[in-house]
C-alpha cells in the first residue's frame, strides 16, 4: 500500500501509487506509524527538490525528521505554494529567484520569498488553500487552474485536465473568461518571469 505523500495541485497530500518526477518536504507530517496527522506543514519552507541526490537512498519517513512529499511535476509543485530547493537545485533556484525579481522590483533572500508564498498559499483561519481567480487569456504557461471541477495545466492558451497518469488532451475554453488558478500569484510573477519548471512529457504530447 503506498504512503501517504503525494501532493496534488489543491495542496491535499494523498496516497497513491502515482509516480512524480520531483520530491520535496515541509517537515516532519508523520508519526511513529509512518501516517500523517492533522498538520500539513512544520515550516513555510515549502520546497521541491530532485528525486536523485548523488546516489543517496533515504528512508521517505524516518521518525522525527522529515517526510518525503512527491509532486507529479514542477507544475503541480508550484500549484500547490512550493518552490525549488537552493540545495539540491540550486541552479534552479537562482533562475527562479531571479524571475521572482523581475516582478518584485528586487531579488529576495529565500526565507522572504517563503513567507510572501505562506501568506498566499494557506487561509489563515481553515488553514485550507487559498486560490484567485484570474484571466485565463493573461495566466502564463505552466500554471494551474480549476476546470470543470479538476485541476489543469494551462499551455500554449489552452488547458489539459491533470491527473497521475498525466495529462489529458487540451480544451480552449469559449467564453470563459475567469477562472479559478491554484498557482500563488507570487508562482505565477515567476512564471510570468520567465522560469520554466520542468512538464512532465505528457503536456508536450498532447499539444503535438
Known sequence: ??????VLPTQD????????LLMGNRGSLHGPDRRLGTTRWRSK?????????????????????WTALFFFDEAVALAAGHRP???????DFLLYAGAWAQGHAQRPRAAEMDAVLHSQRVESRTRRQ??????LSELPDGAMVRFDGSPALVLGQRVLPWS???????????????????TPPANLV?????????LHTSAYSQLR
Not at 487559498?130 to 484571466?135: G, L
Request: glycine share 12%; charged share 25%.
Open 130 to 135: 487559498r486560490t484567485t481567480t484570474q484571466y
Open 1 to 6: 500500500m503506498p504512503l501517504q505523500n503525494r
Open 45 to 65: 519552507a515549502w520546497i521541491c527538490c530532485v528525486l536523485d541526490w548523488k546516489g543517496v537512498h533515504r528512508d521517505p519517513m524516518p521518525p522525527g525528521r
Open 85 to 91: 530547493c537552493h540545495y539540491c537545485r540550486r541552479r
Open 13 to 20: 497530500i494523498v496516497a497513491d501509487p502515482g509516480r512524480g
Open 164 to 182: 497521475w497518469e498525466g495529462y489529458g488532451e487540451p480544451v480552449s475554453p469559449r467564453g470563459l473568461l475567469e477562472i479559478e488558478t491554484l
Open 190 to 198: 515567476v512564471l510570468r518571469g520567465g522560469f520554466t519548471p520542468l
